[in-house]
């Protein structure tokens, strides 16, 4: 590192380390100040049930707000500087508590009842939306429609913009109820529709940067893989490895109930490091960790410890949702933009209108074909889950990524549109989604109809299948024997990994499904 001995220019002239310390405080306390304010806001909104203000649109707002008054007056740059939205400390910090109580949780019954159409909606479509916005921003240059990029910058920026963040929708269905497998779809679907949409975002960025375009697509389909399978893997035994420490070491005493909630709490953030370390995504793998944690890990603590591990890391999801959208709103007002390709902008939103549309009504159509007719996903559910596709901090943040990737011009461009788009589903159509849904008629009943197909003992039974002579089509098939592993699955699991990995009898089991399944308020949603 070189030093220059003359002196620096005045704006360069570091400050004091008194009013550096100051400055600190200040924007801490700003930071604390805007979080109670949206914690408080939030809790009026939903008393008086207001919907068209949610909560996630009101922490947007306020710091959208915060920030402009920020931007337009002489506020120090020493203070401004702890609003900057780091995509590391978003990645590191505030995402892996907000994912990995998305996976714990997860309510098993609706989650493994439909286990087969929220991955097929959060893999299979969520790779169609990617790909079909993609192409569509890419065609759309090639006809002067809009600003132009290379292909993979725009698979780039299909495979981020494909991340939904259904925050509005799922706390409204949690005020208003609703059908509990609807429910379980959005949830389900947003929670696994994350780690697919980094996923695909960080293939597409790493096959760019390679120019052999003979091996392209296969570099996509095998490096995909690669992260995504090993990232599984990774949550899995991370998870797997838990249950059995807690299972065999004997810590559910009382005088070990420290040691015992905080083992449980550090081995999330263990199984994100861990992958993040092997070049995998820790997204996927804390996802999978608390997935297997609740499943298995969470029945071998103390009543005392579960209590607690519920209400903390609900607590702490809490926190970060919130913070991410107050911190998300400053720094877009903060932030320079690029306004001057307000085409791309506006054909990239009715191009993830229309991916959004082929994403849903082609997977719901593909569930439907295994399905028995009692449980097929109805049209106005299909357009539930079409109008749930809102964009939120995982897309702002993977687009924040790409202006250091990709080139200046590129960049700025796709950050800007995410930016408007972010912004436009949060507040615009976040605020108008009550309004649609009951138009629907998937809320306000309080419809929360039981999962069939479970047993007394909560063992999945998959619907059984006549064998037509008019659905004998391979596809029709293939689905079918599909549909039937996962409670092949169901079964290996309440046979083999539940009394391997866990120490429960029946009377533990019905206190863990009695415990309040907290749900995100936001999800990444997500």
Request: hydrophobic residues 45%.
């Given at each position: ?34 979080l109670v304010l949206s914690f408080v806001l939030g809790h009026v909104l939903r008393r008086h049930k207001f919907y068209y203000l949610p909560e996630a649109s009101a922490s947007l707002l306020i710091g ?463």
């Open positions: 590192m070189e030093f220059n001995m003359t002196a620096p220019p005045p704006e360069m002239v570091a400050p004091p380390p008194g009013k550096e310390q100051q400055a600190a405080g200040v924007g801490v306390l700003l930071q604390i100040s805007m959208l707000i915060v920030g402009g008054l920020a931007n337009i007056s002489n506020t120090e740059t020493s203070t401004r500087t702890w609003f900057n939205f780091h995509e590391e400390f978003f990645f590191l910090f505030l995402l892996p508590p907000i994912i990995f109580q998305s996976g714990f949780s997860l309510a098993p019954k609706p989650f493994f009842s439909n286990f087969g159409a929220i991955v097929t909606f959060a893999i299979f479509g969520t790779f169609i939306a990617s790909i079909v916005t993609g192409l569509l921003v890419y065609l759309g240059g090639l006809t002067f429609l809009m600003y132009k990029l290379p292909l993979f910058e725009c698979l780039m920026f299909g495979a981020l913009i494909s991340a939904t963040d259904p925050v509005t929708v799922l706390s409204i269905f949690q005020e208003l109820g609703t059908d509990m497998n609807l429910y379980a779809l959005v949830f389900g679907e947003s929670v696994l529709n994350d780690a697919m949409a980094i996923s695909l975002f960080r293939t597409m960025s790493s096959v760019r940067s390679h120019a052999s375009s003979g091996e392209n697509f296969f570099m996509v389909i095998v490096q995909f893989l690669e992260t995504f399978v090993g990232s599984l893997s990774s949550g899995v035994g991370v998870g797997f490895i838990s249950a059995l420490l807690f299972k065999y070491a004997g810590l559910d005493v009382d005088n070990l109930q420290n040691l015992e909630c905080c083992l449980f709490v550090l081995f999330p953030y263990f199984s994100y490091m861990l992958a993040e370390g092997l070049g995998l995504s820790g997204i996927v793998s804390i996802l999978f960790t608390g997935i297997v944690m609740k499943h298995y890990t969470f029945s071998n603590l103390s009543e005392n410890s579960q209590r607690f591990a519920a209400a903390f890391f609900h607590l702490i999801s809490s926190l970060a949702e919130t913070f991410v959208f107050i911190y998300m709103g400053f720094d877009i007002a903060m932030e320079q933009h690029s306004w001057s390709h307000i085409g791309f902008i506006f054909f990239s939103i009715l191009f993830i209108v229309v991916a959004r549309a082929a994403n849903v009504f082609s997977c719901a159509y593909l569930v439907n074909l295994v399905r028995p007719a009692n449980r097929k996903i109805p049209l106005k559910h299909q357009k539930a889950l079409w109008y749930s596709g809102l964009r939120g901090a995982m897309a702002f943040a993977l687009a924040l990524q790409s202006v250091h990737e990709l080139p200046e011009g590129h960049g700025k461009t796709i950050f800007t549109a995410t930016t408007a788009i972010v912004v436009l589903t949060v507040l615009l159509i976040g605020g108008s989604t009550g309004t649609m849904l009951e138009a629907l008629e998937v809320v306000g009943d309080n419809q929360n109809i039981p999962i069939d197909n479970y047993e007394e003992n909560n063992g999945y039974i998959a619907p059984s299948y006549e064998v037509g002579t008019s659905s004998g089509s391979r596809l029709k098939m293939k689905l079918k024997e599909f549909h039937k592993s996962t409670s092949s699955f169901t079964a290996l699991d309440k046979n083999y990994l539940t009394p391997f990995f866990t120490s429960q009898n029946e009377d533990e089991e019905d206190f863990a499904d009695d415990l309040p399944q907290n749900s995100r308020r936001g999800g990444f949603r997500h």
